[in-house]
């Protein structure tokens, strides 16, 4: 008799996922008892948000792609738009399980899609909170991680967190970071590409600037203060600021005139989003990174860069407590007090947090040999 291999939907959809998804794909694809289909909602879609990972990674073309852009269909309908795609697609393709990845429309939307057909969910980085129900990634987390059958975590406090919600602990796997997983293994390509060194910047002479959360960017009184912050504190430090397409739409739409003054400061690189491998070859060699990210919180920790946190929580505990993160608000005066503290007294990081070593998606793939086989 044939053995049927167990199949497994992965749905991604944003740039952060393509990161959690690479070593994992790479590990399934070679699996003898596991079959995956990896369906992208479509929810990034400019080749620098999206293409550009495949190719640094290496993740093999998606089968399925759903085409749901954003900025096409306001927040819910989207995360309505993934759900009843995928279930069309899950009822052909009947996978034994659907892997959901952080706190994107594309998480709880297959989440959604999948719970509602039977099909098991697991959610990778599951447990994080910011407890600020305000941010949308929250209600998503909260949702996803309702849905879930197997809640695998990066950091004990996001056990803890679940424990508090009254989630049983037999769904709960602590593997570690797959983000990181992704960093380990082109650690060597990433150390070839001295992205600083091709600007005219030297090592640590210089700091990276990512902004894309929504409230941070969809509130103009909110997204001035801060932009003011960095016209103030380019001039101190020449900042790199690949900037995401939904914030250059969110600035030019809301405050045109910062974006002249933005293009026209002297120390300001703006550029488009960069790939994956640029990215970390910049932070690496960053003196400071600012920026209002989860996965670079967490990969500044990694790397043992200062990064200076551009909201009033953080999901990622750990990155303070362990890591080099500080939080540095919203406001402009409290974002200039952190980054000037953080210039003149770089916080230098206590210890790697635990299970952040490159073996996350082998520990997930265990766990599911294991539950599924
Ligand atoms: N990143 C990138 N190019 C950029 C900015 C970020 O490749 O121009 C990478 C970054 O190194 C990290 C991931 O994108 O691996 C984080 O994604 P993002 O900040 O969009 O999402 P979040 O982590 O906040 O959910």
Redesign the pocket.
């Known amino acids: 008799m044939k053995f049927k291999k167990k199949k497994i939907a992965i749905v991604a959809g944003?740039?952060?996922n393509f990161?959690k998804i690479a070593q994992l794909v790479s590990i399934l694809r070679k699996h003898r008892f596991f079959d995956y289909k990896l369906f992208h909602t479509g929810q990034?879609f400019d080749f620098?948000?999206s293409q550009?990972?495949f190719q640094?990674l290496k993740i093999p073309k998606p089968h399925f792609n759903l085409n749901i852009r954003s900025g096409k269909h306001p927040f819910t309908t989207q995360i309505a738009l993934i759900k009843k795609r995928l279930q069309e697609h899950f009822n052909k393709e009947q996978p034994d399980l659907c892997l959901v990845f952080?706190?994107?429309n594309s998480a709880i939307g297959g989440a959604l899609a999948a719970h509602t057909l039977d099909i098991p969910v697991g959610h990778i980085e599951a447990g994080l909170r910011s407890f600020d129900r305000t941010m949308s990634?929250e209600s998503n987390r909260l949702v996803t991680d309702l849905l879930s059958r197997f809640l695998f975590t990066h950091s004990e406090s996001a056990n803890k967190n679940l424990s508090k919600e009254g989630h049983s602990t037999s769904k709960m796997f602590f593997v570690g970071n797959t983000?990181i997983d992704?960093?380990v293994r082109h650690k060597k390509e990433i150390a070839k590409r001295k992205v600083a060194q091709k600007l005219g910047f030297k090592p640590k002479e210089y700091g990276v600037l990512?902004l894309?959360?929504y409230n941070n960017t969809d509130i103009k009184p909110v997204l001035d203060d801060i932009l003011q912050a960095i016209l103030m504190m380019q001039t101190e430090l020449p900042l790199v600021f690949?900037?995401?397409p939904s914030t250059k739409e969110r600035i030019s739409f809301f405050s045109p005139h910062f974006f002249k003054q933005l293009k026209f400061a002297r120390n300001l690189h703006i550029?488009?989003?960069?790939?994956?491998?640029?990215?970390?070859s910049?932070?690496k060699d960053a003196k400071i990174v600012l920026?209002?990210?989860?996965?670079?919180?967490?990969?500044t920790t990694f790397l043992g860069v200062p990064c200076v946190t551009l909201r009033q929580n953080t999901e990622r505990p750990i990155t303070v407590t362990a890591g080099t993160n500080v939080i540095g608000g919203i406001t402009k005066d409290q974002i200039l007090s952190e980054f000037g503290e953080m210039m003149q007294k770089p916080k230098k990081r206590k210890k790697i947090p635990p299970l952040w070593d490159g073996k996350a998606s082998l520990r997930i793939v265990r766990v599911l040999e294991k539950k599924l086989l």
């Open positions: 944003a740039r952060p990161v990034h620098e948000m550009v990972f640094d952080g706190d994107a990634e983000m992704a960093l990512t894309h959360r690949p900037i995401h550029s488009e989003p960069v790939g994956y491998l640029d990215s970390i910049l932070l920026t209002d990210s989860g996965g670079v919180q967490e990969e």
